[in-house]
């Protein structure tokens, strides 16, 4: 059950900017206390970075609680627009694990190599063979996400709906963060549902 309107999320050890004052908060060590926050307000402000943020939309997506508004706080003029600012939809990129992407993502090869395999977006081929990476992003407009091949000769932008790899052994890094296993395929793609961006 909703009983304020705004809730304050502290990662890291965080203390939150001045105009978030008086608004309750929580200093978050794990999901369970992202989850407890869900029913206790109709709009989250993230104070931390976006893996944070990343982390709570992970929780509201497998929840089936992307009605709650979310803004995010860096700063001080970025915390006065997570309180004050309006909400609108924007395309939410999850993974094939359920995991959601807010900034980056980034496929590499195993112990700095070459990434080896193919990579497409929706029915465009990004590459063939090998190279240094796959950047992907989310837009917040349709189609949801863009991909391109990180360093030289690449082709640039690709926007789609999804970015599709396999290879012979990609890290799979999600904003700044790596994932702890080697992976022979891996998939970001918009949720049919998007997020509720406070700016």
């Known amino acids: 059950m909703i009983t304020t309107d705004a ?4 990662f890291g050890g965080r203390r939150p900017p001045r105009p978030l004052a008086g608004l309750p908060t929580r200093a978050v060590a794990g999901p369970d206390d992202i989850d407890a926050a869900l029913d206790a307000c109709k709009r989250l402000i993230v104070v931390g970075g976006d893996a944070d943020l990343a ?6 997506l497998r929840a089936d609680r992307l009605d709650i ?5 860096t700063n001080w003029r970025t915390a006065r ?3 004050r600012g309006s ?3 924007v395309p939410l990129i999850r993974d094939d694990t359920g995991q959601a992407l807010v900034r980056a993502a980034e496929w590499r090869g195993e112990n700095g190599a070459a990434l ?11 590459f063939y063979g090998e190279v240094v990476g796959v950047r992907i992003e989310p837009t917040y407009d349709m189609p949801g996400l863009r991909a391109s091949v990180i360093g030289r000769g690449r082709r640039g932008w690709v926007p789609g709906r999804a970015a599709q790899l396999g290879t012979t052994g990609a890290v799979v890094v999600r904003d700044g963060v790596a994932g702890p296993r ?3 395929r891996s998939t970001f793609y918009r949720h049919t549902q998007g ?3 406070v700016k």
């Open 81 to 83: 627009r997570a309180r």
């Open 116 to 126: 080896v395999g193919e990579a497409v977006v929706d029915d465009t081929q990004l």
């Open 55 to 60: 982390a709570v939309l992970t929780r509201l």
């Open 195 to 197: 997020w509720l961006m």
């Open 7 to 10: 809730g304050v999320l502290l």
């Open 182 to 184: 080697i992976v022979p």
């Open 69 to 73: 508004e979310v803004g995010h706080a």
């Open 87 to 89: 909400a609108r939809r």
